[in-house]
C-alpha cells in the first residue's frame, strides 16, 4: 500500500476522459488499495482514480458517519442506470479544490452497476450521501468536476484562488 499524489486544479489531467477497465487484476487491486489509503489520510470520503493522474474508471468511497467506523467502498466501471427524479442538494468539497465547497443540486437517488474486485458485475441504490458522492465520482471519470455546475462568476473566482495558492506553494518549494 502506499499513498499517491492528489492532483489539484488547475490541471488539465483533471479534464480528461478515464477509459474503462478491461480486467480487474492485480494491479487494479493495488490502485483501489493505495486509492483508499490517501483518500483515508486526506481525509475524505471519495476519491476517483483521475485525482491521483491515473486515467482509469475507478473509484473508491466511505460515506460512513460513526466515528472510528470504516466502510471501504470501490467501483470499477460504475454507470448510473437511473436516476430518481427528486434533488436533493448537499454541500460538496472536492480534495482536487481544497477550501472550496458549495451547495449543489443533484438526483436524491441513483442506481448503479459496477464491477467488484473479483471483476464480477453488481448493482447497488444509493440514496443520501452516497448517492451524491457516487455522482461527485463519476463526473471525476468524465473530467467533470463541481465549480462546472456554479454561475460563470463563481467559477472563475474560485479557479482563481486556486490558481494563486498553487503559485505560492510552488514558489514555497522550488
Ligand atoms: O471528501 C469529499 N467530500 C465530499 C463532500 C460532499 C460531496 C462530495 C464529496 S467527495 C470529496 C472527495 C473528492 O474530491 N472526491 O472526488
Ligand atoms: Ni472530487
Request: net charge positive; proline share 8%.
Given at each position: 500500500m502506499a499513498l499517491r499524489e492528489i492532483l489539484k486544479e488547475p490541471n488539465d489531467v483533471l479534464r480528461q476522459k478515464s477509459l474503462p477497465v478491461e480486467i480487474v487484476d492485480e494491479k487494479i487491486r493495488e490502485l483501489i488499495d493505495d486509492m483508499l489509503e490517501t483518500m483515508y489520510a486526506a481525509p475524505g470520503i471519495g476519491l476517483a482514480a483521475i485525482q491521483v493522474?491515473?486515467?482509469?474508471?475507478v473509484i473508491v468511497m466511505d460515506t460512513s458517519k460513526k466515528e472510528g467506523e470504516k466502510l471501504p467502498m470501490h467501483f470499477v466501471n460504475p454507470e448510473i442506470i437511473s436516476k430518481s427524479n427528486s434533488n436533493s442538494i448537499y454541500e460538496e468539497g472536492c480534495l482536487s479544490l481544497p477550501g472550496q465547497f458549495a451547495e449543489i443540486e443533484r438526483p436524491a437517488k441513483c442506481k448503479i452497476k459496477f464491477l467488484d474486485y473479483n471483476g464480477n458485475p453488481q448493482e447497488i441504490e444509493a440514496e443520501g450521501m452516497l448517492a451524491t458522492c457516487i455522482q461527485h465520482e463519476i463526473d471525476h471519470l468524465e473530467g467533470?468536476?463541481?465549480?462546472?455546475?456554479?454561475s460563470k462568476l463563481k467559477k472563475t473566482m474560485i479557479v482563481k484562488k486556486l490558481s494563486k495558492q498553487k503559485k505560492e506553494i510552488e514558489r514555497i518549494i522550488v
Open positions: 493522474g491515473v486515467p482509469k474508471r467533470i468536476l463541481f465549480i462546472d455546475y456554479l
